[in-house]
C-alpha cells in the first residue's frame, strides 16, 4: 500500500491574487483542508490549504501557503495533491482508496488472469476499473461494484472479478 494518498488536484487559477480551483478527491469535498500540510508528487513542494470558496461547478477555491501571484497558481495547473496514509480517516470494509487498487491483478472467478488494474475513472454513477490485458492494446473498462468484483484483496495484491459476458477479449 502507498505511503500516500492523493487527496486532490489543481485544476487552475481563480481570480488574479494566487487564489486556486481546487478539485478534491475526499469523500466530504471540503475535508480536503482538514489533513494538514500537502505535498506535491514528487514532495518538492508542500502546501497548507486553505479554503475561500466554492465554485458554481463543485470546485473549491483555496489558497495555497506561498502562492500568491495568478501566474504562480497557473503554474500549479494539474499539479496533483498528496497527503501521508496516516493522516487519512480508517475506511470501512469494502471501501478502498483508488491508489489501493492500482495495480492489483484481476482474475475471474475461475482463476483464469484477466489483467491488472491501471487506473480507477469517477464520472460520477460509480467507480470504474480500467484493466491492461495481456496482449491486447486495448485496455477494458469494468464496473467496481460487489456484483461485479466480490473480491479484493490488497495485501495479496489481486482481485476476483465476475464480468459481464463478452467485456473481456477471449
Known amino acids: 500500500m502507498t505511503?500516500?494518498?492523493?487527496?486532490?488536484?489543481?485544476a487552475g487559477a481563480f481570480g488574479v491574487k494566487g487564489?486556486?480551483?481546487?478539485?478534491?478527491?475526499?469523500?466530504?469535498?471540503?475535508?480536503?483542508a482538514a489533513y494538514g500540510p500537502v505535498e506535491t508528487e514528487t514532495g518538492a513542494q508542500c502546501f497548507t490549504i486553505r479554503l475561500t470558496g466554492q465554485t458554481t461547478k463543485g470546485s473549491l477555491i483555496a489558497r495555497l501557503s506561498g502562492i500568491d501571484t495568478k501566474e504562480a497558481a497557473d503554474a500549479l495547473r494539474g499539479t496533483r495533491l498528496f497527503a501521508p496514509r496516516d493522516r487519512l480517516?480508517?475506511?470501512?470494509?469494502?471501501?478502498?482508496?483508488?491508489?489501493?487498487?492500482?495495480?492489483?491483478?484481476?482474475?475471474?472467478?475461475?482463476?483464469?488472469?484477466?489483467?491488472?488494474?491501471?487506473?480507477?475513472?469517477?464520472?460520477?454513477?460509480?467507480?470504474?476499473?480500467?484493466?491492461r490485458c495481456p496482449g491486447v492494446s486495448a485496455t477494458v473498462l469494468m464496473p467496481f461494484t460487489q456484483a461485479v468484483v466480490p473480491t479484493v484483496d490488497p495485501a495479496r495484491g489481486r482481485m476476483v472479478a465476475?464480468?459481464?459476458?463478452?467485456?473481456?477479449?477471449?
Open 162 to 170: 465476475d464480468p459481464p459476458d463478452g467485456l473481456f477479449p477471449e
Open 3 to 10: 505511503e500516500r494518498i492523493c487527496i486532490g488536484a489543481v
Open 89 to 131: 480517516p480508517e475506511l470501512p470494509d469494502d471501501v478502498y482508496y483508488h491508489a489501493d487498487l492500482i495495480g492489483l491483478e484481476v482474475f475471474d472467478t475461475g482463476g483464469a488472469y484477466l489483467g491488472k488494474v491501471t487506473a480507477v475513472h469517477d464520472h460520477g454513477a460509480g467507480d470504474i476499473l480500467e484493466i
Open 19 to 32: 487564489e486556486l480551483r481546487l478539485k478534491s478527491f475526499t469523500a466530504t469535498p471540503e475535508d480536503i
